[in-house]
Each structure stands twice: as structure tokens, then as C-alpha cells.
């Protein structure tokens, strides 16, 4: 979370809430949610005036106890079924790289076994590992799946690197949020590579019960589709962003999509998130999204 931005206080997060209806699954994410003070308030927020009942926090898991600790208590207390997906972006030196945080490997590593222990009194938690394929760890994918597979044991999930500039995006209708280090983002001409680099791994994993070869099954469709949708500028079903899926950034501007642009605030409408989805400004934004692709899975 960016600290030169005021985020949202719990007062505001509660007059955000009670201005919404239910809300089917809640996702925690940008930067690191488990730094934010209030995290398992906010979580309370919502879940009593929204009814929700799947929440999905992202982490980079540079915060192992802290983790621990917040898991534990959200379990304890709240009726939810719980994900945590951490992100690891590489072998211990790449991954240490790209977080620019020696030791980050060891910390998600952590994170798994503090997950593994409270998994077993909670089986309503569920922990995965994302690997944002890029240009630095495309290389060590294979050899970082056999690590994840032999110590951590859990679902392993990849995502193409992401960027405003590599979707269809008119560009005037883009936000800022390339990544820092242009050079690892993906060539379309790599595309394949990475396919079947992945399609590798899949089909190693693809054995045991035929529920886990239906579980990789779907993985290697969705990295399939994304890479489909990259190469061909086009969607086959139609983006979820804008209609299903919004979101809020910690400051309160509202979003359809996070690669688009977002300038409207929800502290300038008195927390109601409704008028600005429901505004003319996001129905031509979804005219655009109608046409859009990218690699995003989490939109699709
Ligand atoms: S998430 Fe949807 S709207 Fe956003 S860039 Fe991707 S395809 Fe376009």
C-alpha cells in the first residue's frame, strides 16, 4: 500500500459498506494488506453488512507472524471460507531480486508452514502459491515447480506478467501501473515458450487422483487462455470487469478495471459506491471493456 496516498479510515470503510448490497467474494490486494492496522476490522465490516462469505487476501508473504497471527484470528472469529495466495516470483535468488528484500523466500516459505499448521484445525483455509511469469523467471519455472510441489505442497497457480501497455486498452483509457522493470515483460513472439514450458509442468503434476488431473486440467486452460487472448487481441468470453468484478483502491477512487484509469472518489459522493458504477462515465468505460483483452485471469 502506497504511504503518500491517505487511505480510507475504518468510519469511512463502514460508510462504504453499509451503502452496498451483498457482495459475493471480497479480495484483499494491493501491495501488502496484512501491513493495514485495521485489516481484520475491515474484514468484520463487511462480512456483517455485506454478507460475505469468501475472502481472498494477497501477500507477498514478507510478514510471516504477522500473517499467522491475522489468519488465525479471522478464522476464529469470522464465518468465511479463507484464501491466502502468496506470490513468489522465482528460486531464492530471483525471487529475493524482484522483492529487493533479501531473506523473501524464506519468509513465503514460512508463511506456507505457519498455513500448513493452522490448516489443520481450519480445513476452510485455502493457501496457494501465484508466480507472475516473467522475463527474469520464465527460465526456472520447471525447477521452481518441483520446489513448490516437494516443500510446499499446495496449489501453484501461474499468471502472465501484467501491464496496462500490453492490453487493448485504448490508451488514453490507461492507468500507470506498468511494472517497474519494462525488460520483464513478455515478447508475444515468447508467448509460446512460456506455453509449453507451463504445459511441462502441468503434465508432470497431472497424476494421483483424477480430481488433482482436473485441477491442472483447468490451470493449463486458463494460462491457455490468457495466452490466447494476448496473441489474438481478443477475448473469447466477455471481460468480467465492470460488470461483475469493481474494486476500490485504498484511497477510494473507484475502479472497473486496474488497468484502467480511475479518477472518480468515493469520499467525493459520500461513500456511495453505486453512483459511480452506476454512472454514465463507467457504462462508456464498459462499452470499452466489451472490446478489451488481456492476460488478467482474474477478471475473466
Ligand atoms: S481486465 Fe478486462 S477490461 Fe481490464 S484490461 Fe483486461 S480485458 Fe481489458
Request: proline share 3%; with cysteine.
Amino acid at each position: 500500500m502506497n504511504k503518500t496516498i491517505e487511505h480510507l479510515k475504518l468510519n469511512e470503510m463502514i460508510k462504504v459498506s453499509k451503502n452496498l448490497s451483498d457482495i459475493y467474494s471480497l479480495l484483499i490486494t494491493d501491495g501488502e494488506p496484512i501491513l493495514r492496522k485495521e485489516l481484520i476490522q475491515i474484514i468484520k465490516v463487511f462480512v456483517e453488512n455485506n454478507n460475505v462469505k469468501k475472502i481472498t487476501i494477497n501477500t507477498n508473504g514478507l510478514l510471516p507472524e504477522k500473517l499467522n497471527d491475522t489468519v488465525k484470528i479471522i478464522l476464529e472469529t469470522l464465518p468465511v471460507q479463507l484464501s491466502i495466495s502468496i506470490n513468489l516470483d522465482g528460486l531464492p535468488k530471483t525471487h529475493d531480486e524482484l522483492r529487493n528484500t533479501k531473506g523473501a523466500f524464506l519468509k513465503v516459505s514460512k508463511c506456507v508452514d505457519y498455513l500448513k499448521k493452522i490448516r489443520i484445525s481450519y480445513p476452510v483455509l485455502n493457501y496457494y502459491i501465484v508466480t507472475t511469469v516473467n522475463n527474469r523467471n520464465l527460465k526456472e519455472l520447471e525447477e521452481l515447480s518441483k520446489y513448490v510441489d516437494k516443500f510446499f505442497g499446495c496449489l501453484h497457480l501461474f499468471e502472465l506478467i501484467r501491464s496496462p501497455s500490453k492490453s487493448c486498452l485504448p490508451e488514453n483509457y490507461r492507468n500507470e501501473f506498468n511494472p517497474r522493470d519494462e525488460e520483464l515483460l513478455i515478447d508475444d513472439n515468447k508467448l509460446n515458450e512460456v506455453f509449453s514450458i507451463i504445459f511441462n509442468i502441468i503434465r508432470s503434476r497431472s497424476i494421483g487422483s483424477w480430481q488433482n488431473a482436473l485441477r491442472q486440467a483447468s490451470i493449463l486452460t486458463g494460462v491457455e487462455y490468457a495466452i490466447r487472448s494476448v496473441k489474438n487481441k481478443k477475448l473469447k468470453f466477455k471481460c468480467q470487469a465492470g460488470f461483475k468484478i469493481g474494486g476500490i483502491y485504498p484511497a477510494g477512487e473507484v475502479f472497473l478495471c486496474e488497468l484502467m484509469k480511475s479518477e472518480d472518489n468515493l469520499r467525493d459522493i459520500n461513500y456511495r459506491f453505486e453512483e459511480i458504477w452506476k454512472s454514465k462515465k463507467s457504462d462508456n468505460m464498459r462499452k470499452i471493456i466489451k472490446q478489451c483483452c488481456c492476460s488478467n485471469s482474474c477478471f475473466k
